[in-house]
């Protein structure tokens, strides 16, 4: 259980870049240093910001990308880089501080603080990954001689950097490394959204369309967010979308009620609650034919 739960942690809400892809990792550094500003100033005046949650529970507009990239700033401010067990006692009083500071400028229920300690431990394996990918390899993922990183000098020690270098050059390390890079090179249905998660764009769409709908199908979501720059759909990700329409208007109303998405049932997989599908979060409880006719005939008609 825990295994799955960390699992579901790794996918939560706005980034879907974990394999540190290097102008991602480094706008997201500049952003957090922005975030800061804006954060002090608010401070030094009483304030504190507040922080809203779609339907599922994730971070959305307004001030949701602020607090994803505070937590960013935050966990590279807290927790070494050296850091191989999430879970670990050691990082109690780094995790700790990671709240206490989101606290003091978030207006934010307690219950969110697990959500928030699971973004934070996302964000830190972005990091490094990032790193090793900038600073540890050739272009053509080749391990290099590693010079310790000054622009990072106040953030990383040159005996952390050391350790942190030692262990991604561990045999074991490159095994489970070399088998994670294979496993995500080709993924079946690509996110093409960048760092733009499931909550904003769907809270986008849903403002876009101007309708009272709390949330979408998920397989309309799903569609939405392996839709290119172009607006091109690749074929695969057309079928199954395709299928999951065909599918909702064949059911019997008995069989689509229950806990099993349809497109859970397209893609063949089980579902639990916060099951990850595809790289995103999506709640089983989040079933099409709750929503309204006319929402789904706006939907079908926006990305059919």
Not at 109 to 131: H, N, W
Request: aromatic share 8%.
């Amino acid at each position: 259980m825990r295994e799955m739960e960390d699992k579901m942690a790794s996918n939560q809400d706005d980034t879907h870049d974990v394999s540190g892809s290097r102008n991602n990792v480094e706008n997201e550094i500049k952003r957090g240093l922005t975030v800061i500003k804006s954060i002090i100033r608010a401070r030094d005046k009483g304030e504190k910001f507040e922080v809203h949650w779609s339907a599922e529970d994730q971070l959305i507009e307004p001030n949701g990308s602020m607090l994803a990239s505070y937590i960013g700033f935050l966990v590279r401010q807290h927790i070494p880089i050296t850091c191989d067990n999430w879970r670990s006692p050691e990082l109690k009083v780094g995790k700790e501080k990671i709240w206490s500071e989101i606290q003091r400028s978030f207006h934010i229920d307690e219950s969110r603080q697990k959500y928030c300690i699971q973004l934070a431990g996302k964000r830190l394996r972005g990091f490094r990954s990032f790193l090793s990918n900038k600073f540890l390899k050739d272009e053509e993922g080749k391990f290099i001689k590693a010079e310790w990183p000054m622009k990072y000098a106040e953030i990383i020690s040159t005996e952390e950097w050391d350790n942190f270098v030692a262990k991604r050059r561990n045999e074991k390390f490159h095994e489970v490394s070399d088998k994670n890079r294979k496993r995500a090179s080709k993924p079946a249905y690509p996110y093409k959204k960048g760092r733009t998660g499931y909550a904003r764009l769907q809270q986008r769409i849903l403002a876009e369309e101007k309708s009272d709908a709390t949330s979408l199908p998920e397989h309309v979501l799903w569609k939405a967010a392996r839709v290119g720059k172009d607006g091109a759909v690749v074929e695969a990700v057309q079928n199954v979308y395709d299928e999951c329409e065909t599918l909702s208007q064949t059911l019997p109303s008995t069989e689509v009620q229950d806990c099993r998405s349809l497109l859970s049932r397209v893609l063949n997989v089980p579902e639990y609650s916060d099951r990850v599908m595809g790289h995103y979060t999506l709640s089983a409880v989040s079933i099409v034919t709750n929503l309204s006719h006319s929402w789904q005939g706006k939907s079908a008609q926006h990305f059919g």
